[in-house]
Every structure is written in C-alpha cells, then in structure tokens.
C-alpha cells in the first residue's frame, strides 16, 4: 500500500495537467433557468467500498483509516455541490480498491456504491483508439490511409477535405471536424428529439455540414466526430458491431464484467443519476428547453437533473467516442489493461502515446502523456451530461486510477483533475 501510495503522490501532481479540457461548454448568451425550490441539503455520506458497503467507521476492506480522505473528498463534495463520486485504484492486476462517497441521486438520498454504473465519456476514445491500432496490427487497416477507402467517398457527405482525412487524423483530432458534443447547433439540434436516439452517420452530416473549423492534418482540435468515423471504420472492417469488436477485443480479455458500450447494449440497475451545474447547466436548459421539472437545487446551486430528461438522444450521441458506462472498478482496470496486457504490443503503445503528427502535442492517438519528476502519465478525461471522470495510468508503477463524479460542470481545481491531485498527499500518508 505504501508504493500504491507514493505512486500516487506523483500521480497526483500531474493530474490536472493531464486531464485535458476536452469537453468544452457552448457558446451562448442564454439566461439561467429559474430557481426551484431546495431540498434538504445533502452532506457527503461515509466511503463505502466493494468489500464493506455497510461498514460505518470509514475504513478500507485493508484495514486502512480513510477518515483524512473521508474529510478531504466531503470538503470538495461541499464546495462543489458534486452530490457523489467513485474512484478506484488497481496496480499489478490486482483487483481494484472501491470507494463510493455521497449520493446517487439527490431527490430520494440513495446512497453512491460502487456498484453503480457510472457514464466515463470520453475515456471510451483510448478503447476506440486501441481496437483501430490492432486493426493496424492486423493489416486491416493502414493508419495513414483515406478514411474514404474503408467508408466510401461520401462518409462525411459535404465535408471539404473527406477525400483527405486519414485514419491517423481522426485518432489525432487532426481531422477539423467541430466538437459536436457541446455545440449550440447540436443542442438546437437535439431540442425536439431527446427521446430520439441519433445515429453517428447523422453527426458526420451535421460535422461536415458545419465545414472545417482546424487545418487538416497538422493542427490539433479536439472532436468526437472523428471517433464516430472511427467506429463505423471498425464496422465495415470487420463485418460486426463496435460494440461486439470493444467486446471482444478488449472488455472480455480484461475480465471487465460491468462495461457496456451504448447504444447497442445498456448496463442492468443500478445506474447512478446525473447532474449538470456551471455554466454548462445554465445554457443547458434554456437550450433544449427544460423547464423547472427538470432542475434541482443543492448546495445553493441549480442543477439540471439528467434523470428528469429523457436520455435517448444523450446516451447515443457518444458511441464509440464517449459512449462507454461501467462500473469504476472495470474503469481503472480498463485503463491499466490498455497498457499493461497484450490488448496492445509496444509498437501500437507508442502510436498511441505518440503517434500524433505534431510530436510536441501531448494527446498521441487516443491517450494524453505527460511527465514530472521521471514519472510518465497517460491519461484521459470525460464528460457527459451528467458526469465527469478521469482515468490515468502510472506505467512506472503499473498503476492505474479512476475517478467519476455524477456532475458535469466543474471548473478550474474543482474539476476531478484537480481533485485528484489534491488528493495525491492524503493517499501517500495512509499506511
């Protein structure tokens, strides 16, 4: 536990860092939604883990005293209003450490278990990435070939450069395709249809339609519409669903029992409800047009309550590019396997880590790499309406950790990056 924790020491002083902005909020001059009436204030509820939920004391199945980690995770639950939150660690292939803190969902004052499924968002990118790269592997698939050969000339019907994006461009976010998942347009868009599912041929029009927003192949910008192309090219490679091919290539030779890829398939109750506060949460209802119904207020702030809207349009806009829900414990094995099995060979890490075209930019295909202090971090973040996560791997420590909050909307140190590293200091003292 002692080399557990000090990996995490310097784990955590990266966090922040790594955990790249790559959920951004709309653009808009909307107004707030109106105020609702409050609920009785919910304080964070003691950790419970995968061994002892009902055990009262604030300890670890190990033994170990998480009052300290107890007091700092209800310190940051209060400050931003975060109603619950799961983290789970795992080094050596070791099954995961569980903590749940909080509530699942504020109107009843269920509380958080790890046994929840939470949404990881856009986590589901490094699990897309890694099929594609044993696709290459396999001589499927050329990484810097026209996305074109595999889809057809009009995969991304209208876009100006469709004929030229590679498959190395939509791992890279070298495409210049827009961020569909929090623009103004494609929230106007999912308005009247969020009972409806959307397809990702459907995104890839509304992308293309908007035109380019980044120069093709050299200039980092951020996008899921790359990663729904990347999905649909799995498909027509292999004959089968990406869920089947996410399946079998990496969830079921990881041992991971409670991750599901949506919207071909839904993980079983217990699922945690979602909240989206901040910025995000304002423009958010005035965008779809939520009413009162649809808010709820904690800790002196609105939230939307996700569980209020139907999810339909939410939970398919992501697929293979922020799709995936799991419980956090198949999230930190998830991250750990990537890079400690055979899922990938060491050529297909070091596209992954590496492969973007711009060798200083940090995100290499699929993954974010940073280092301090001689310790290497790949890690990626996530958000959905709903939720926040982070998920990083130490290989120097065969370490990997993950982290969800049931709240979109966190800002600056508050956000889970922050978190963590704030956290780093209390986890390198337990014994």
């Not at 207020?297 to 809207?309: E, L, P, R, Y």
């Amino acid at each position: 536990m002692k080399r557990l924790a000090s990996a995490l020491l310097c784990f955590g002083l990266l966090a922040a860092a790594c955990s790249r902005a790559d959920e951004a909020a709309p653009t808009s001059t909307a107004p707030p939604p109106a105020t609702t009436a409050a609920p009785p204030v919910t304080t964070a509820a003691p950790p419970t883990t995968a061994a002892q939920q009902d055990e009262p004391d604030g300890e670890a199945a190990d033994g170990e005293q998480l009052d300290p980690l107890d007091a700092a995770i209800g310190d940051w639950m209060e400050r931003t209003g975060a109603p619950g939150l799961v983290l789970a660690m795992t080094q050596g292939g070791a099954e995961p450490m569980t903590l749940a803190w909080g509530v699942s969902d504020l109107a009843t004052g269920a509380p958080m278990t790890v046994d929840h499924h939470v949404r990881i968002g856009s986590v589901t990118k490094s699990v897309t990435a890694a099929v594609v790269l044993q696709l290459v592997a396999e001589g499927l698939v050329e990484l810097d070939a026209p996305v074109a050969q595999y889809l057809g000339d009009d995969w991304a019907p209208g876009y100006e450069h469709a004929a030229a994006v590679t498959v190395r461009d939509l791992l890279g976010h070298t495409s210049g395709f827009v961020e569909y998942a929090f623009d103004v347009s494609f929230y106007q868009l999912a308005a009247p249809r969020l009972a409806e599912q959307i397809s990702p041929e459907e995104i890839l029009e509304f992308a293309s339609q908007y035109g380019p927003v980044a120069e093709l192949g050299t200039e980092f910008h951020y996008n899921t519409t790359g990663y729904l192309a990347a999905g649909l090219l799995i498909e027509a490679v292999t004959g089968n669903t990406a869920a089947a091919e996410l399946r079998a290539r990496v969830f079921e030779p990881l041992g991971l029992k409670h991750t599901y890829l949506t919207p071909d398939e839904f993980p079983p109750e217990p699922t945690a409800n979602g909240y989206v506060g901040g910025t995000i949460g304002y423009l958010m209802g005035p965008l779809l047009g939520l009413t009162t119904d649809n808010q709820i207020t904690h800790n002196d702030a609105i939230f939307v309550d996700i569980g209020t809207v139907p999810s339909d349009f939410a939970r398919s806009a992501g697929w293979t590019g922020g799709g995936i829900e799991a419980q956090i414990g198949d999230v930190a094995l998830l991250i750990r396997g990537l890079f400690a099995t055979d899922i990938l060979d060491e050529d297909q890490v070091a596209l992954m880590t590496a492969g973007h075209p711009d060798p200083a930019n940090s995100y290499g295909l699929g993954i974010s790499t940073d280092e301090m202090l001689g310790l290497t971090i790949y890690t990626h973040g996530g958000g959905v309406p709903g939720f926040r996560t982070i998920a990083a791997y130490a290989p120097g420590f065969d370490l990997g950790v993950a982290l969800t909050t049931n709240l979109l909307g966190l800002e600056g140190d508050d956000d889970v990056g922050g978190l963590l590293e704030a956290l780093a200091p209390i986890l390198a003292a337990m014994n």
